[in-house]
């Protein structure tokens, strides 16, 4: 890692410089991470009065027990719908506002101030929609034929958080999508045009490969925001159930320690997390240094 | 030349206008409900039109509260929210820039070691450290304080590398000719490095300010008492009461509004700056 050619001396100076970002990182990072690596190692009763090391075993147990395993599974759905609607519609956006050239702007304007709505708050709107008694879009479900209670039935809060945060999440996609788009040689395209290609086989042949990179930096940030960023919609609103059906890891980690307390599996819940968060760190980092050489 | 294609023309406005209307709808149901009085609930007869009650929600949200389900008002909780979200992005701004100064401009023991502890951050979410962070907290007395609920958040890997990329960019002809004129580096950090990251810190500020704004988990976890509530977590405990028997769904979705608008506005206003800010934090 380089520093500029031209330094001061300094002595103690950056070592002052640096102290408070460090000593936070230390205190508020570190050593709160390595405690749920070791309470991880440990079995503790609630009282915290005695603590035994059991080694892996919290981890067993954790593979072994069924509502890690099915809140497993429900996050899985959660995160590969969120990414897939909001890259989806994120991308459709991105297309057309490009199509239309000079009025994008106005288009970007309108589209992107979602970003800002915190998580929560956005479940929040959904959640009042979609209420079985005072809800529009419930009262409009039902004309239709179509019951729907989030309160009772766990496909129905399911589908209604996915909703929720894939809403807030397309406007940050939009942007990238568009910036992507607009970096694309317009010369390549009229090229392609020339020769004959129509707007699908364009858009399949040379705009879809071009955008590659931008996809997949979204695609693991979309994962990344559907794992940890979620964890609002689900305390605002169903509280992880009803039932089990919308209890996601992050949402269990809290419950399981903060509510139960059972520490050892919560810190053992939240080193399985670690290891996923450093998985998609170590993804997005390579695909940046793969940008740098091309 | 591209063919012109009136009706893909076509279809890309009817595109965007269909997504603006999902992203406006929910919001715009959110300030319709904000308007109507509460007993207009219990008929559900609420549609796409504004009631009567806007004046009187609005107060009754900011400044008394709901007295049937203990709801405090949320006035203080939005002051509560700003002073959270302005310490975020002022701390993490301030700490990185300081950072970013000692890693570029110094050469010293453990350089590369510092830089890498900043690194680690980005791969430690407080919702993975959950219960040792709130002990953490709990043991330095930093429970329900201004201090806990800022704090602990304002450590930051992405500003310190953007500051980093930003100073690399800085020409080196700079430092040499500020050093002969007698300069030292925190003149040479004030007078110079300072005002050329100008356009950078405000665009990064209008990213954290919002990062603070909607942060949820952890006022969450650091407030027990109600004088600190932020308004972002405190919909919360309304919406939870709304479940309940007694449906104050006017007070909640008054809320939504008066949480969404300071941050909304924000990125409306500044729109140029917001685009740069998330651009740049990602790269």
Redesign the interface.
Known sequence: ????????G?GI???L??A???A??????????G??LY?SLFAEDAFGLSRQFVGLANFVALLEDPSYRSSFVITIIFSVSVAGISLG?GL??A???D??GRRAMV????????????????A??????F?P??G?VA?GLRILGIGWNH?LNGTDALIMVILAAS?KQ???NF??FL?GLQAIPRTL??AA??DGAG?WLRFRKIVWPLLAPTTF?LLV?NVVYAF?DT??II???TGGGPGQSTTIL?YK??KD??ESLN?GA??AQ??V??VI??GL?ALQFRH?ERKVHY | ???S?RK??I???A??IL??V???L??W??FV?STHPGTD?LT?R???MPGPGLVENYKEALFTGSSVSGFPPVGPMLWNSFVMAMAIAVGKI???L??A????????PF??T??W??F??????V???????F???ADLGMLNTYSGLA??L???ATA?FLFRQV??TIP?EL??AA?IDGA???R?FWSILLPLSRTNIAALFVILF?YG??Q??WP??VTTDQRYYTI??G??RL?AAA?EAD?V?HL??TT?IL??LP??L???AM?RL??KG??ET??
């Open positions: 890692m380089q520093a500029k050619r031209v330094t001061f300094g100076v950056p070592y410089l640096l408070p970002q460090l936070i990182t230390v205190i508020f990072f570190l050593w709160p991470a405690q749920a309470t519609l459709l956006f297309l057309a506002a199509k239309v288009y970007q304007t309108l589209l992107i101030w979602p970003y800002a709505v915190a998580p929560a708050v956005a929040i709107l959904w959640w009042y929609m209420d008694s005072v529009i009262r309160h809403w397309v406007s940050y942007l990238f910036a395209v009229e045009a020339l707007p930096f940030v940890f964890f609002g305390h605002a609103t992050v980690v809290f320690g903060f520490l919560s810190a939240s080193v997390l670690l968060v450093i760190t940046i | 030349m591209v063919e294609g893909l023309t279809a890309a406005h595109a965007l997504g603006v999902v992203m406006v929910p919001v149901l959110a409900a609930f559900g609420i549609g796409f301030a700490i990185s300081l950072s100064f000692a890693i570029c401009y110094f050469r010293f350089r590369v510092a830089f502890l900043i680690i951050t980005l791969m430690l979410p919702e993975v450290r959950i219960l040792p962070t002990e953490v907290v704090i602990p304002i450590a930051s310190t100073f690399m080196d430092t040499e050093r030292g580096p925190l040479f919002i704004w909607n949820y988990l969450l976890l972002v977590m919909i919360q919406a479940a449906p769904w909640v979705m939504t949480a969404m941050p909304v924000v990125v409306i729109q917001f685009v998330l651009v990602e790269k």
